[in-house]
């Protein structure tokens, strides 16, 4: 059974505050994704990977980073959270292949900066 | 202008009715395409891919024109669990990989 895990379902941090979200995959797949789902917006790409160490910016990129030091992990890093960071966070991961490959998603994160 | 656009509904439909959806997207390299359904509180998951000469699998069916960059999904007989919210999806091309670019969904409500 495939599977992609977030570290965790719910997390509140203080504004400022360094917050880190994990994800891992079990699947070996080269491309990782971070996206937020926010009402009216739809999942929006804040960060992707297509290989160890290697990362990209999505569309959203600002106030976030990202690790990826190892092929089955991805981080997302929140280097000073602000309460426009509330927001539900999704990793995902695919192989990396011509063709309609599909996307794997984890459970998500549903993140409350107060 | 929105990348991958879709009507947000409620879709609020009978049970056993048919029910269609409908997608634009703007990048005319995109070669493939998805639908995936969301349920209330969980992660997305791939309901089916969308190929060139249309594909059907059991009560649904999706179809995707490239002259106009649209694509659709339609539902026949409707269940309860139908209820979700659809997700049209659209392959970016890019240099490093290919990116997955999110409509922002379509609910949809089957009532007995």
């Known amino acids: 059974d495939v599977k992609v895990t977030q570290s965790s379902r719910y997390l509140v941090k203080r504004t400022g505050e360094k917050v880190f979200l994990e994800c891992v995959q079990d699947m070996d797949h080269e491309n990782m994704f971070w996206y937020r789902q926010d009402p009216g917006l739809g999942l929006r790409l804040i960060y992707f990977s297509y290989d160890v160490k290697m990362k990209e910016k999505g569309d959203i990129p600002e106030g976030y980073s990202v690790s990826r030091e190892k092929k089955e992990r991805f981080s997302l890093i929140l280097e000073s959270a602000s309460t426009n960071q509330t927001s539900m966070y999704l990793c995902?991961?695919?192989?990396?292949?011509?063709?309609?490959?599909?996307?794997?998603f984890g459970q998500g994160t549903r993140l409350t900066v107060v | 202008r929105k990348e991958v656009e879709q009507d947000p509904g409620p879709f609020n439909v009978p049970e056993g009715a048919t029910v269609a959806f409908n997608c634009t997207y703007s990048?005319?390299?995109?070669?493939?395409f998805f639908w995936y359904r969301q349920d209330c509180r969980k992660e997305p998951k791939l309901l089916m891919s969308v190929y060139s000469s249309g594909n059907e699998d059991g009560r649904f069916t999706a179809q995707l024109n490239r002259a106009s960059q649209y694509i659709s999904l339609l539902i026949r007989d409707s269940k309860l669990s139908d209820s979700a919210t659809y997700l049209c999806v659209v392959n970016k091309p890019g240099p490093y990989g290919n990116k997955l670019v999110f409509g922002a969904g379509t609910i949809l409500r089957v009532k007995s």
């Open positions: 995902a991961s695919r192989h990396n292949r011509r063709g309609n490959t599909e996307a794997f």
């Open positions: 990048n005319s390299a995109s070669q493939s």
